[in-house]
């Protein structure tokens, strides 16, 4: 069985990439909010407020990110 350590940044990518993901995601949800209002289909506005709240979520979401991963640096800084 191989164990493999490296010294790579994590998959999942860099801070600033989080945050740009959760930016167009974010992004993404009021587009859809947008549209839902004009396009005539019906529950117009229920399908615009759930995207914005999506929205939202989204970038509480990563505000909750960036506040942990300041902490974590934080705590391994100082433990150093």
């Known amino acids: 069985m191989h164990t493999a ?3 790579e ?16 995601n974010a992004r993404w ?5 947008w549209r839902a209002l004009r396009d005539g289909a019906p529950k117009g ?5 759930n ?11 990563a505000r909750r990110d960036a506040l942990v991963n300041r902490l974590v ?4 800084a100082m433990s150093d």
């Open 29 to 33: 949800f009021r587009a859809m909010a």
């Open 9 to 24: 940044p994590p998959p999942c990518g860099s801070v600033l990439d989080r945050r740009t993901i959760a930016l167009a």
């Open 45 to 49: 506005a229920l399908r615009a407020a």
């Open 5 to 7: 350590f490296s010294i």
């Open 51 to 61: 995207a914005r709240a999506a929205a939202r979520i989204v970038l509480r979401q």
């Open 73 to 76: 640096t934080d705590a391994l």
